[in-house]
């Protein structure tokens, strides 16, 4: 669902939002600005530290059918940033002791056939559960809107068995979020959209926040809102998804609520992550678990799972965050706890917000960026591409194998990327991502070192 557009000019991503006030807003500046003309990042990003703004700014369009540009009040469909939200509904419920953690699944919904599933496990994604995305796409009738009544009366008649049992391992549900939704609709008597205005949106001052999946089913409207858009290579144009076959799900599934469709700026994302942060909404002692490492995902990275959100700690401290995908959108929200620092990255083109995070995060400390530029094709022979090949190592293992007279990254489900030489020591890859490779060479003319870099953060390779 990624995609790409032409470069925009530069006057598009100039004339918008308020002038970098210091060497560091200016450094963020330049490298979302380069992003927008070499990279296509369409979206708003937000910087702030100890909650006070440093860096606020728009890149391109709300809507790209009648170019009507983003303004820092342009409203986002969130995706799964969306669950701290959820989570945070149930939390509530449960420091008003409407509710247990430990409670059943079935003690809410006793016509789905999943045992000794409780709450936690949801909140968690430790339930087993299995996605009801993919079940619906192969059997649910898409003339059809589905909401969250109908996705669990699915799941009772369908009787899809559990991925695994309760509490045993890890993976994302959606279906486990969407469930949760419906628990605060049962207990609270409230619509979740309501529910979640009264009790979160309201009471923080989040005026340009809400609950928002209606567009296609009661063809309900937001005046600045930034319209998702996905880029159709063959026919070299940006589309909304809903008139894409490929993506009709955006239609038939759009009314199921929990695992995404808050939708937001922003500046109301700021007001939420300080709530977050000092505990305004709920207990104490419940924000706390909340922000704790409740399951392990990755025991090398130490990759957790809280209530909504992921905890992991990189070389700037520790990072609570999450990320949200679906077509057109991909949003981040992160909070480096150690020095409070807050990151909103709203794109709404489908760019990769959480890499682009990765590098204001090395922006913001200081550290040296490889700053976005227009990559040219050189010619190499087959015989020079030869001393590249073999097997490195950073975060991760990268092949290259060379084919003819060209370079590929063969990626371990054996499909290949094509690498180009833009100089005797450097590649850039060919999918339109923000990515290279780069050798140093030595005076025999052997490799001494190398270096991948991804979205200007430069990280040594290792030869295997």
Request: aromatic fraction near 12%; include cysteine; charged fraction near 20%.
């Amino acid at each position: 669902m990624k995609s790409l557009l032409l470069a925009f000019t530069i006057f598009l991503f100039s004339c918008q939002s308020k002038k970098p006030t210091s060497d560091t807003a200016a450094k963020l500046d330049e490298f979302l600005s380069g992003q927008a003309a070499h990279y296509n990042f369409n979206g708003n990003v937000l910087v702030a530290e100890n909650g006070k703004i440093v860096f606020k700014k728009s890149y391109g369009f709300a809507d790209f059918d009648t170019k009507r540009l983003l303004n820092d009040s342009s409203v986002f469909e969130l995706a799964s940033v969306s669950k701290q939200f959820t989570a945070t509904g149930i939390l509530l419920l449960k420091d008003k002791g409407k509710l247990k953690l430990t409670d059943s699944l079935r003690q809410y919904f006793p016509e789905l056939p999943y045992s000794n599933i409780t709450i936690w496990h949801m909140l968690t994604h430790t339930s087993g559960l299995p996605d009801y995305e993919e079940a619906m796409n192969e059997k649910w009738d898409r003339s059809k809107i589905a909401f969250n009544n109908d996705m669990i009366a699915f799941l009772a008649k369908e009787k899809l068995p559990v991925l695994f049992a309760p509490g045993t391992k890890w993976t994302y549900s959606n279906t486990a979020y969407a469930i949760l939704a419906s628990i605060i609709e049962k207990i609270s008597g409230q619509s979740f959209k309501d529910y979640m205005a009264d009790n979160i949106f309201q009471p923080l001052g989040m005026h340009h926040t809400r609950v928002y999946n209606t567009r296609r089913s009661l063809k309900d409207t937001i005046a600045n809102y930034a319209y998702g858009f996905v880029y159709n290579d063959s026919l070299k144009k940006h589309f909304m998804p809903d008139s894409l076959p490929d993506f009709s799900f955006v239609i038939y599934l759009d009314g199921i609520q929990g695992d995404g469709v808050v939708n937001s700026t922003t500046a109301d994302l700021l007001k939420w992550d300080r709530a977050i942060k000092n505990h305004t909404l709920l207990s104490e002692e419940t924000q706390i678990e909340m922000l704790k490492g409740q399951a392990i995902i990755d025991t090398v990275k130490n990759s957790q799972y809280g209530f909504g959100v992921f905890m992991e700690k990189n070389d700037f401290g520790n990072i609570i965050s999450h990320s949200g995908g679906w077509p057109g959108y991909t949003t981040f929200l992160a909070r480096n706890a150690d020095k409070d620092q807050t990151y909103v990255l709203l794109s709404n083109n489908s760019s990769n917000s959480p890499a682009l995070c990765n590098t204001l995060q090395h922006i913001m400390a200081g550290k040296q960026v490889v700053m976005p530029y227009d990559h040219k094709e050189i010619t190499m022979d087959s015989a020079t591409l030869n001393q590249f090949t073999g097997r490195y190592k950073a975060n991760n293992e990268i092949t290259l194998e060379r084919k003819g007279t060209k370079l590929f990254r063969v990626l371990p489900n054996g499909m290949s990327l094509e690498l180009k030489p833009e100089s005797a020591t450097k590649f850039f890859y060919t999918d339109g991502s923000d990515r290279q490779i780069e050798f140093e060479m030595g005076a025999d003319k052997k490799i001494t070192k190398s270096w991948v870099i991804a979205y200007g953060v430069k990280t040594e390779l290792i030869k295997q």
